[in-house]
């Protein structure tokens, strides 16, 4: 049987990016399957990246722009997996494209709309701390840099859905204030979403993570000021929502004292999540870092269990962070509480057997690492195996981390489990490496083996 | 209906205002405690030596006059009570070889392997009530009192015998709003009051307890409403030794869940001893009209 010499590749953040560009440029046909409107993932999300700090808009967006533009990349966004059948040389694989309700052939990316759309709701990018309209990029630097229409906020939409639902009350307005306003004409309220079939010979799955919701962590207070790390980022990026300058989110006061929570959730068995999220101690020291440099006179917390600095250079980073006079405290917090103006956060330095409680206008949980929304609905489509987490499985844990359970579909980033950037770039890369090995052979045999 | 009931030493002693008032708002709800004919020490604190059998003959014994009796379940007040009953019958419930040398050492009673179902008063009135029960028999609204929950430790640590959530448990709140006082939230309602060290280190009490009732004085509390008397001691009985070293703290009364409710459902306030309550209780009370006046 004849190997199918085109690739799928689910997720494009940086590790499903890596993959595509690599098996592109080795000269094979790839899709690639991205939900989010854009490509980019967590990656686009970040302030600045340890251990070097350099920004990711620099060093990620050129290969956003490859995939985007790339002879051999199909960039299918804001779609989704939805079906898997066929075997290793020869899936058939059912792609749900999403209504974006915009025409892309005619948009010009000029942001008329999405500046002048009525409607605001949290944006995901931001991680919530910030809003976009319902015609929206998630970000500047998107790749496409065309916008979709939330159909779920949209005010046009919700009109239809009301008259022909014939339901009672208030009749939303008709708003289209983008359609009136489009200069290339290219809102299509009639675009349906559509089924695109295709046949690849190999899949490679990088569906990346989420963080952990705060709301697992009752004692760590429901409280506006209590934020995760993908927060902070925002709010310590040049480019987020405050360009940079650090305001916590209750009053919009510059916080003085930030008190930074490592293992937030991670190597928690209590709560069900025993691994350790592996880049949290370096983000955290990154994060309080960025803050000292932001807001001069300032004191940065950071409660830990262990540093864990495995990589190159993070040691020394981390050595950078301390000596710049952010005070690391060895114990785990129990309590976060507001008292007046102030946060509380109870724990225990266990350096020097003390409870301690420090004062905090913001803390900073670094929430577990956990597999994307879905990943489990993911694998039961794809038939591959997860942990208990959802992680998907890999081969062998030591000899075969890049194979998942099912032969032609390979895994990359933190699909796999927790890793840093370098780390899902260099599996997002071995991935492709696996699949130009498979595309090297023109035959399957019946045991699924490939032959020269 | 009637429910098998165990004291301990502290509620015929120091706590007789959490007995007498949780008797008789009970039996307003239609339930009766009934005392057993026959008790001893619960134990006050469970053993975490691994092969400290010994310290869990004392709440096994008591688990054993329970199933002796034809009971099948008992309800206590006290939450070191709970604490130490409920988990010696875990233990018998779950380490054959443990049960098994326990039962051979008490080998003039019966055997025991986990008969009986220890509850707590709070999920008593939670879960066989009902706060829709609850509020029906109210004649005499809290409204206007602003209280803290109180939990202390012993009702919701270890999490295999916690009676609710460990970390953010709501059962006071449920009674206390059914009783029509305001529930303030109150982020120190888990903390640990400081527990026996009050009899090695009275001053890291004082200081725990100084932590605890200041964080209600500045949340606009009432009172604090507390499960257990060992809490009730630790945050009442050292109140002006507190005051005398913090100039802001001004005092903070300290009541049992089961006197707010006595006194909403109507039982006659002189059963539910204010006299031995710690903070000024009686005065807050008068104050507020839910007394009479001194005559």
Redesign the interface.
């Known amino acids: 049987m004849e190997v199918i010499k085109k690739v799928l590749v689910i997720g494009g953040g940086v590790a499903g990016i890596q993959a595509a560009l690599d098996i592109a440029d080795g000269g094979y046909q790839v899709i690639l399957v991205e939900k989010t409107p854009s490509v980019g993932g967590h990656m686009a999300q970040y302030a600045e990246v340890f251990p070097t700090l350099d920004c990711p808009q620099c060093i990620l967006t050129p290969k956003m722009v490859d995939v985007g533009q790339h002879s051999n990349i199909t960039l299918l966004t804001y779609a989704e997996l939805q079906k898997v059948s066929g075997e290793v040389g020869n899936f058939t694989v059912e792609i749900l494209q999403k209504a974006r309700k915009v025409n892309h052939k005619k948009c010009t990316g000029c942001g008329t709309c999405w500046q002048k759309c009525p409607e605001k709701v949290p944006s995901e990018y931001d991680a919530g701390i910030a809003d976009r309209a319902a015609i929206y990029i998630p970000f500047a630097q998107a790749v496409p840099a065309k916008p979709v229409i939330d159909t779920e906020h949209c005010r046009y939409i919700k009109h239809l859905e009301f008259v022909e639902g014939e339901t009672e009350g208030k009749r939303p307005p008709q708003c289209r204030i983008c359609e009136r306003l489009c200069p290339a004409e290219a809102i299509d309220w009639e675009q349906e979403a559509q089924t695109i079939t295709e046949q690849v010979g190999a899949i490679v799955v990088a569906t990346g993570f989420d963080l952990m919701p705060i709301k697992r962590l009752?004692?760590y207070?429901e409280d506006p000021d209590v934020i995760d790390g993908i927060q902070f980022e925002r709010m310590l990026s040049p480019g987020g929502p405050n360009a940079g300058v650090v305001r916590r989110p209750s009053d919009g006061k510059i916080p003085g004292e930030v008190v930074f929570v490592s293992c937030a959730g991670s190597r928690d068995p209590?709560h069900g999540v025993p691994h350790c999220s592996r880049v949290c101690c370096m983000y955290l020291a990154k994060q309080a870092m960025l803050y000292k440099h932001a807001v001069h006179d300032s004191q940065a917390h950071i409660f830990y269990i262990d540093t864990r600095t495995t990589g190159k250079g993070y040691e020394e980073f981390l050595q950078r962070t301390m000596t710049e006079g952010t005070v690391y405290l060895r114990g785990k917090v129990s309590?976060i509480?507001?008292?007046?103006d102030k946060l509380?956060v109870m724990g225990v330095d266990t350096l020097s057997g003390k409870q301690v409680e420090v004062s905090a206008d913001l803390v900073v949980l670094g929430m577990a690492m956990l597999p994307s929304v879905g990943a489990k609905d993911m694998a039961a489509r794809l038939g591959i195996a997860t942990d208990e987490q959802g992680f998907f499985t890999e081969s062998h844990i030591k000899i075969d981390p890049l194979e998942s359970t099912r032969p032609g579909i390979y895994l990359a980033g933190t699909a796999q489990g927790p890793k840093d950037i370098p780390d899902s770039v260099a599996q997002g890369s071995g991935a492709a490496s696996k699949v130009l090995g498979l595309f090297a052979r023109s035959e399957m045999t019946p045991e699924g083996l490939t032959v020269g | 209906m009637d429910l098998s009931y165990y004291p301990g030493c502290t509620l015929k002693t120091r706590a007789l205002n959490f007995e007498d008032s949780a008797i008789a708002a009970m039996a307003v709800l239609g339930v009766n405690l009934i005392e057993l004919p026959r008790w001893n020490c619960c134990g006050t604190v469970y053993s975490m030596t691994d092969d400290d059998l010994a310290h869990h003959i004392a709440p096994v014994r008591n688990l054993v006059r329970i199933a002796e009796q034809g009971s099948d379940r008992v309800v206590t007040l006290c939450s070191f009570c709970y604490n130490t009953l409920k988990r010696a019958d875990l233990l018998m419930r779950n380490s054959p070889e443990k049960r098994n040398t326990i039962n051979t050492f008490m080998d003039d009673e019966i055997d025991y392997d986990g008969q009986v179902e220890v509850v707590h008063l709070l999920e008593v009135l939670r879960d066989d009530v009902g706060w829709e029960a609850v509020a029906r028999k109210v004649k005499t609204s809290l409204e206007g009192l602003k209280v803290a929950p109180y939990y202390g430790c012993t009702l919701t640590r270890p999490?295999e015998i916690a009676i609710d959530?460990v970390?953010?448990p709501t059962v006071l709140q449920g009674l206390m709003q059914a009783v029509g006082t305001t529930v303030l939230d109150f982020?120190?309602a888990t903390?640990c009051c400081g527990s026996f060290e009050i009899v090695s280190d009275p001053d890291a009490v004082i200081e725990r307890a100084y932590t605890i009732l200041g964080?209600a004085q500045?949340k606009g509390a009432d009172a604090i409403v507390v499960s257990c008397p060992l809490c009730a001691h630790n945050l009442g009985h050292k109140q002006a030794e507190i005051a005398g070293k913090y100039s802001d703290f001004t005092g903070m009364p300290i009541v049992y869940f089961t006197q707010l409710l006595a006194l909403a459902v109507g039982v006659n306030p002189e059963v539910c001893r204010f006299d031995l309550n710690f903070g000024g209780v009686e005065a807050l009370l008068r104050d507020r009209g839910l007394i009479p006046q001194r005559v």
């Open positions: 009752p004692e207070a209590e309590r509480y507001r008292d007046g509380k | 999490q959530s970390e953010s982020p120190l903390e964080m500045r």
